[in-house]
T-cell receptor, first 112, second 116 residues
């Protein structure tokens, strides 16, 4: 699976949009971009995933560049409860049994 | 959404004893489950892939005789840390996949093991 690169930490003001970038320049055509987050001392929580089109759900939006080499997760109105480590993972469904390999992620701190 | 439950959430044991952690998929059948370990301020590290009815597949560097995995049913996988030592103290997290290779992965709440 392709490797991802994320900034180690970011701050965001409460109520503002949080934009978390991810680089995956070696992504291949059949690999999806997944985002998970982990709140302290809990298991990871699925947020969103996409292949090449932008995606939106009740939690977030995912913007994938046309060349698919990078993406941005957008939390439109960040709250204090969004403080967590956010992981961008590239996963090929048919590679290695579909397992998820976590990188270091971005530690997002939402401040009042 | 699908629910994956782990038990116990916290366990403290003496060095040399064995500890079993259970991972259950509550509302779906999971032919494949994954076990992760996470040390403080580090990311999740995949330990092994647990397949129902067959032997688990361990990641490089993970001792299969130390970390015994049993996936005897479509809703239950267990991880047994044998002869635990203080360096085995960690946060253990399981993940279960609904459906086949394209099914989504859902994570348990994690189990914190402390070995004294």
């Amino acid at each position: 699976d392709a490797k991802t690169t994320q900034p180690p930490s970011m701050d965001c003001a409460e109520g503002r949009a949080a934009n978390l970038p991810c680089n995956h320049s070696t992504i291949s055509g059949n690999e999806y971009v997944y985002w998970y987050r982990q709140i302290h001392s809990q298991g990871p929580q699925y947020i969103i995933h996409g292949l090449k089109n932008n995606e939106t759900n009740e939690m977030a939006s995912l913007i994938i560049t046309e060349d698919r080499k990078s993406s941005t997760l957008i939390l439109p109105h960040a709250t204090l409860r969004d403080t967590a480590v956010y992981y961008c993972i590239v996963r090929g469904f048919y590679n290695q049994g579909g397992k998820l390999i976590f990188g270091q992620g971005t530690e997002l701190s939402v401040k009042p | 959404g699908a629910v994956v439950s782990q038990h116990p959430s916290r366990v403290i044991c003496k060095s040399g004893t064995s500890v079993k952690i259970e991972c259950r998929s509550l509302d779906f059948q999971a032919t494949t489950m994954f076990w992760y370990r996470q040390f403080p301020k580090q990311s999740l590290m995949l330990m092994a892939t647990s397949n129902e009815g067959s032997k688990a597949t361990y990641e490089q560097g993970v001792e299969k005789d130390k970390f015994l995995i049993n996936h005897a049913s479509l809703t239950l996988s267990t991880l047994t840390v044998t002869s635990a030592h203080p360096e085995d103290s960690s946060f253990y997290i399981c993940s279960a996949r609904s459906g086949g290779n394209t099914g989504e992965l859902f994570f348990g709440e994690g189990s914190r093991l402390t070995v004294l």
